[in-house]
């Protein structure tokens, strides 16, 4: 019976991804993918519409139904004393039946995202909208402070607001280091499947995007700083594989990973792309860099990242990956 029960439910989260998806022939593929047939997947449909779980479109085409739950925050009546108050105020309602990994993993991040509000924005407001069907869960928090890479920029006397969100690729960034040891968005944004930030009309994510989905849950006239995060219901991440990933055998945050794709809007040719790379990498053991859709690199840019900062910093381990031909010449070159 418990195999039953397990085994229509990962039939009805295909069922669902495939809903999601918009896939067409939904019925005829859960029935072959499952080896079940048709009307099996007929009467798991109509269920999912009697559970308002999907609602029937038109003929042959549904769609998940979504919540919505917004709450609004205010500073002067002590509601952002404490980075968990909205979290076990409201939030905790909405994730109470899902499996301890998921908890664990928003607990983490809803309170640390709070904390930066609390902690940095200067904002009076804390405003928090919560989305989800049976497969995902998204938040969008806005606050109306600083914005997040003008404070990064101020703070450092960064030139520009991109070198500002360069640094937040890296980890180990805080403005203020007595009281935080700036990993927060590093972890938060890999733990999440998805994970972005809007201030100052400027995107932090480590994934690759399309501006038109990122602010469905906002107005795009953001003032302060916005979070969008999702994470599906039924993810199988853990908060301490993620932390394992970055760590060394005592625990110690000494690895990082930068997606050189999101930083540059095109292919980074000069040695000051690549400064702004190497700032603070002194900081880490190892330093994976990811050329994932980054068509070609420079000769002034791979020289500086792969020779000049390699022979400044020899205990420090470079790792490119995903790079295609013509950025593997490159590096062979000035490698050689």
């Known amino acids: 019976m418990k195999f039953d029960k397990e085994r229509k439910e990962t039939i009805i989260i295909y069922l669902l991804e495939k809903i999601q998806n918009k896939d067409s022939e939904i019925s005829k593929k859960v029935s072959e993918n499952f080896s079940i047939n048709q009307n099996t997947v007929h009467t798991y449909i109509n269920e999912l519409v009697n559970s308002n779980i999907i609602r029937r479109v038109k ?47 928003w607990s983490y991040v809803f309170t640390e995202m709070t904390n930066n509000v609390i902690d940095h924005s200067q904002s009076d407001i804390f405003n928090i909208i919560v ?8 938040v969008a928090m806005t606050d109306n ?45 890999r733990m999440m499947d998805d994970f972005f930030i809007i201030s100052d009309n400027k995107i932090f994510t480590i994934i690759k995007f399309d501006n038109s989905h990122i602010i469905d849950l906002v107005s795009s006239n953001i003032q302060g700083t916005c979070v969008v995060m999702s994470l599906s219901n039924y993810s199988h991440k853990e908060a301490k594989e993620v932390f394992d990933l ?14 050189i794709k999101n930083i540059f809007e095109s292919s980074p ?16 053991k190892e330093v994976i860099l990811d050329f994932d859709g980054v068509e070609w690199i420079g000769q002034g840019f791979a020289h500086q990242l792969f020779v000049v900062f390699t022979n400044a910093y020899p205990e420090i381990e470079l790792i490119p ?4 031909e013509d950025i593997s010449k490159m590096y062979n070159h000035v490698r050689g």
Not at 73 to 83: H, M, N, V, W
Not at 146 to 170: V, Y
Not at 321 to 324: A, E, L, R, V
Request: include cysteine; proline fraction near 1%; charge should be positive.
């Open 269 to 284: 040719v000069s040695r000051s792309q690549a400064k702004r790379i190497c700032n603070r990498l002194e900081k880490f």
């Open 59 to 105: 003929r042959g085409e549904y769609e998940l139904i979504k919540t919505k739950s917004v709450y609004s925050l205010e500073r002067k009546r002590g509601e952002l004393d404490s980075d968990t108050y909205a979290f076990e105020t409201y939030f905790i309602n909405h994730i109470k039946n899902m499996s301890s990994n998921i908890k664990s993993i």
């Open 131 to 138: 989305e989800q069907d049976y497969l995902t869960t998204t």
């Open 321 to 324: 990956i995903n790079m295609n």
């Open 246 to 259: 970055y760590a060394n055998d005592d625990g110690s945050f000494t690895k990082t990973k930068i997606p």
């Open 145 to 189: 402070g600083i914005g997040i890479f003008k404070k990064i920029k101020e703070h450092f006397n960064f030139p520009t607001l991109d070198d500002a969100i360069c640094e937040l690729f890296k980890g180990k960034l805080t403005t203020d280091h007595i009281n935080h040891s700036g990993e927060g968005i590093f972890f938060s944004s």
